[in-house]
T-cell receptor
Framework: AQKVTQAQTEISVVEKEDVTLDCVYE???????LFWYKQPPSGELVFLIR??????QNEISGRYSWNFQKSTSSFNFTITASQVVDSAVYFC???????????????FGQGTTLQVKP | NAGVTQTPKFRILKIGQSMTLQCTQD?????MYWYRQDPGMGLKLIYY???????DKGEVPNGYNVSRSTTEDFPLRLELAAPSQTSVYFC???????????FGQGTRLTVV
């Protein structure tokens, strides 16, 4: 069955600290897709990144970086030199494909609330 | 581009009343979703659809119904509102399973 676990409920850091948000997933499919979304205090959901199961290359985008490890079923998200504007709820999500009976289903983790203090 | 539009934005219902949350998208996306988000909790999948005429249950479907008669619209029906359905509801759509989902602005529903 599909499952996404974000064990960190809340994280509080001081501005300029680095912070890593953990995401562990479960799937029986060999083809799947992982996503990260940001939900700022205003409430909308903002897409950050997509990764498919065949691409384990890490990705960096500005202060954001993602580490995908199939061996540990993890897709962790690191913010370098955090800023107050990074304060938000961050969600990891999983979608199966490749003929799975769950094709199309998009499951989210519980979310991690990040507070960056000035 | 309107994207995903949800109406209404806010609603207060009395216990036992019924209502339909509307969701429409103008991106010709095949997949559509309804989620609920309770305070401090994640997004729970209620129902989803992979195309017109096809719907399937998610993690928390009890108390809800959906239909998908067109590609654009995916309404969520609450038949007998209960306080446990107080939540923020998000509709989302995406083209296929390997693409990101686009979300509506959400509907804040309170059942009293």
């Amino acid at each position: 069955a599909q499952k996404v676990t974000q064990a960190q409920t809340e994280i509080s850091v001081v501005e300029k600290e680095d912070v890593t948000l953990d995401c562990v997933y479960e799937t029986r499919d060999t083809t799947y897709y992982l996503f990260w979304y940001k939900q700022p205090p205003s409430g909308e959901l903002v897409f950050l990144i997509r990764r498919n199961s065949f691409d384990e290359q890490n990705e960096i985008s500005g202060r954001y970086s993602w580490n995908f490890q199939k061996s540990t079923s993890s897709f962790n998200f690191t913010i370098t030199a955090s800023q107050v504007v990074d304060s938000a709820v961050y969600f990891c999500a999983l979608s199966e494909a490749g003929g799975s009976s769950n094709t199309g289903k998009l499951i989210f983790g519980q979310g991690t609330t990040l507070q960056v203090k000035p | 581009n309107a994207g995903v539009t949800q109406t209404p934005k806010f609603r207060i219902l009395k216990i036992g009343q019924s209502m339909t949350l509307q969701c429409t998208q103008d991106m010709n996306h095949n997949y559509m979703y309804w989620y609920r988000q309770d305070p401090g909790m994640g997004l729970k999948l209620i129902y989803y659809s992979v195309g017109a005429g096809i719907t399937d249950k998610g993690e928390v479907p009890n108390g809800y119904n959906v239909s998908r008669s067109t590609t654009e619209d995916f309404p969520l029906r609450l038949e007998l509102a209960a306080p446990s359905q107080t939540s923020v509801y998000f509709c989302a759509s995406r083209r296929v399973s390997n693409t990101e989902a686009f979300f509506g602005q959400g509907t804040r529903l309170t059942v009293v």
